[in-house]
């Protein structure tokens, strides 16, 4: 009888630890709709005038990859040069360049095109295809606060 209770209750424990584990969410598969949605939902402050910290998007179709870099803004516009972070740590220039129908004539992104609206770049099109867009995560507004629930009448009104 005692092997029995002591089986029951090493098979219970057994369950009440595996289900305590929470599977991790997979990575999504299109992290650019992520962060659009994100900046479209809650918006952004204006990005001050410095170098900046920000997520690159780089899509084709519905695929995309996301990475990070830091780029320098004046004015609300973007002045220097896209850096992509690497593993270690160190930033490179982003070895990508805007397609043709973005550059104006000394090579680089059209002044039009430099604009910072809602915390994001503009959408651009490289010359292998791709889409690249800039997001100013650390501009994101604060998700907004939701609203208090009221009690029941009877925990408010006493008589």
């Known amino acids: 009888m005692k092997l029995l209770l002591t089986l029951f209750i090493s098979i219970l424990s057994i369950s009440a ?47 995309s990859e996301c990475f990070m870099g830091r780029i320098a803004v004046s004015g609300g516009k973007l002045t ?26 000394e090579g680089t992104l059209k002044e039009e095109m430099r604009e910072v609206s809602n915390g994001m770049s503009a959408s651009a099109s490289l010359t292998d295809g791709e889409l690249i867009r800039l997001f100013f ?13 009221a009690p029941a009448p009877s925990a408010l009104i006493k008589n």
Do not use: M
Not at 85 to 105: I, L, P, R, T
Not at 138 to 149: I, Q
């Open 17 to 63: 630890f595996a289900q305590a584990k929470q599977p991790t969410p997979a990575p999504s598969q299109d992290c650019f709709r992520d962060w659009f949605s994100l900046f479209n939902e809650r918006g952004a402050n204006p990005v001050a005038d410095g170098t900046h910290d920000v997520i690159i998007t780089l899509r084709h179709g519905s695929y």
């Open 80 to 105: 220097g040069k896209l850096e992509v972070q690497k593993v270690d740590g160190s930033y490179q220039e982003f070895d990508k360049k805007v397609s043709f129908a973005f550059q104006n004539a």
């Open 137 to 149: 995560y650390k501009s994101l507004a604060d998700k907004p606060k939701a609203n208090k629930k």
